[in-house]
């Protein structure tokens, strides 16, 4: 009887196992496979310079972050709608990492969704940010993420505008936003 059980329970280990690995092949990346994901930088500022990657703990996040953007940044929080100063920036610019300053989007994407959060069809270089699957909370959703610090950013939808049909909406407390002309934007830092 006793072997018949083990039998069982490595029969069922096995077939654990098969649908952890189909899940895998599709492609898909969920909260656990942060480490697996796909090209991140190299990246680089507005002027062309090469930055590194930042790697910090909770704590130097905690000391160096508000409350509030740690709760959105690391603690995957959303930020009420309406709330943020940036949803109404209306300047040429570009909209940088909230945590550690990597320029994320500029304005020429950016659109009115109506949702209350500021709202971009496309990031200004695709190696800057990062689509990870969410299955929280009983919904699916991809999250972006900036690829240089791993902050969480918002989420993206298919229901943007033409030409991506893209809609990353972003808490605005997870951005900063620098008052630049974007014709002198360093082209390293532009790869749409
Ligand atoms: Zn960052």
């Known amino acids: 009887?006793?072997?018949?059980?083990?039998?069982?329970?490595?029969?069922?280990?096995?077939?654990s196992c098969n649908q952890a690995q189909s899940t895998?092949?599709?492609?898909?990346?969920?909260?656990?496979?942060?480490?697996?994901?796909?090209?991140?930088?190299?990246?680089?500022?507005?002027?062309?310079n090469v930055?590194?990657?930042?790697?910090?703990?909770?704590?130097?996040?905690?000391?160096?972050?508000?409350?509030?953007?740690f709760n959105v940044l690391r603690e995957d929080g959303t930020e009420r709608s309406f709330t943020?100063?940036?949803?109404?920036?209306?300047?040429?610019?570009?909209?940088?990492c909230g945590a550690c300053s990597l320029?994320?989007?500029?304005?020429?994407?950016?659109?009115?969704?109506?949702?209350?959060?500021?709202?971009?069809?496309?990031?200004?270089?695709k190696t800057n940010v990062g689509d990870v699957v969410d299955s929280r909370y009983g919904m699916r959703r991809v999250e972006v993420e900036c690829n240089r610090c791993g902050s969480h950013l918002g989420h993206v939808f298919e229901d943007g505008p033409e030409p991506t049909g893209l809609r990353s909406c972003i808490n605005g407390v997870s951005l900063g936003f620098e008052a630049v002309k974007l014709k002198d934007v360093d082209e390293k830092a532009k790869k749409p």
């Open 24 to 48: 895998k092949a599709s492609g898909e990346m969920s909260k656990d496979d942060k480490s697996e994901m796909v090209t991140k930088g190299p990246f680089y500022d507005l002027q062309g």
């Open 84 to 96: 943020s100063p940036l949803l109404n920036e209306k300047q040429e610019g570009v909209f940088t």
């Open 51 to 69: 930055l590194n990657k930042v790697e910090k703990t909770e704590e130097e996040w905690k000391a160096q972050l508000t409350a509030e953007q």
């Open 103 to 125: 320029p994320l989007f500029t304005s020429e994407t950016k659109f009115k969704s109506g949702t209350g959060w500021p709202s971009f069809y496309q990031p200004i270089n």
């Open 1 to 15: 009887m006793k072997n018949l059980f083990v039998l069982l329970l490595s029969t069922f280990a096995l077939i």
